[in-house]
């Protein structure tokens, strides 16, 4: 009976304590002063070719898209970001604010030489609009390259002969491409483009293609494909890890501009983080 008495008061206390708890970090939960993360995946402007997924060019530069991209611009900035991150190589960040500089004088596009990259990419067709017109002094690089042995992963299936795991991995490329190939083809908008980028398909898709699939490929001890997924997971982390660490106290509000599978990842870290939220576009549009 005493046995029984102690055992009795002894969950008593575990359950008020793992209640008290429980307050606790609702509390600090509650009180925590989340910034705001408008996160912004995109398909590559100026589209190089370099990606895996092989898709169509959108013409950026037509009349049509040039509006659609001065409202996306001017929804954006009466968001008001106090900080504007891009994929741009963060060790190359005074080429990119000798770029701005330029931007903000008036005197980058009248340079009629430019090369796609520097005429349609989305750093200066987007985030450059937006951060002129929040007077910001800077857009910050955060991209960090790493490996991808894409071509070494493959090679793995085909020698252990891994016929269903090489089927799913290119339905998995042909699924990416086409579905957006698909739109631009109908005369999709940039608009229209842009949420299916950030929508919660594509980002399943890309997150499954790079972290679930390439974690199966080869023998047991063949580890090429965690090698690939670790690398992409690198990049991504560095990338979340620059965009933290050159954000200050007094930014409530900051944009990420990234392509789509990058944005996907950045979603997955950005959950796990108490002092930040998402923004989607489509939240800012609506407004």
């Keep these: 009976m005493r046995h029984f008495l102690l055992l009795s008061i002894a969950i008593l206390f575990l359950s008020c304590q793992q209640s008290h708890e429980n307050n606790v970090t609702s509390n600090i939960a509650d009180d925590i002063n989340q910034k705001e993360i408008l996160l912004i995946g995109t398909l590559h402007y100026d589209n190089p070719g370099a990606d895996v997924a092989k898709i169509k060019s959108f013409d950026i530069l037509n009349k049509k898209t040039q509006g659609e991209l001065e409202y996306i611009s001017k929804s954006t900035t009466q968001y008001?970001?106090?900080?504007?991150?891009?994929?741009?190589?963060?060790?190359?960040q005074k080429e990119l604010d000798s770029l701005y500089q330029l931007y903000v004088n008036d005197q980058y596009f009248t340079n009629d030489s430019l090369s796609d990259f520097y005429l349609k990419n989305e750093i200066f067709q987007l985030a450059f609009r937006v951060a002129k017109a929040n007077k910001l002094d800077k857009v910050y690089a955060i991209d960090y390259a790493t490996p991808f042995p894409f071509e070494e992963v493959m090679n793995d299936i085909e020698k252990n002969n891994q016929l269903e795991l090489k089927s799913s991995i290119q339905d998995g490329i042909t699924d990416l491409t086409s579905e957006i190939d698909n739109r631009i083809e109908a005369g999709i908008s940039l608009i229209e483009l842009t949420h299916f980028i950030n929508s919660s398909e594509f980002r399943k898709l890309s997150n499954n293609w790079h972290n679930n699939l390439m974690l199966l490929a080869g023998a047991p001890d063949d580890f090429t494909g965690p090698e690939l997924t670790s690398e992409w997971f690198k990049r991504n982390l560095y990338m979340w890890s620059l965009i933290q660490k050159n954000?200050?106290?007094?930014?409530?509000?900051?944009?990420?501009?990234?392509?789509?599978?990058?944005?996907?990842?950045?979603?997955?870290?950005?959950?796990?983080?108490?002092?930040?939220?998402?923004?989607?576009?489509?939240?800012?549009?609506?407004?």
């Design 247 to 287: 954000t200050l106290n007094s930014d409530e509000r900051i944009m990420v501009l990234v392509g789509g599978s990058h944005a996907a990842m950045l979603e997955l870290f950005i959950a796990h983080n108490d002092h930040y939220k998402v923004i989607e576009l489509k939240d800012i549009l609506e407004q």
């Design 80 to 92: 008001s970001p106090t900080r504007i991150f891009v994929e741009w190589p963060y060790d190359e």
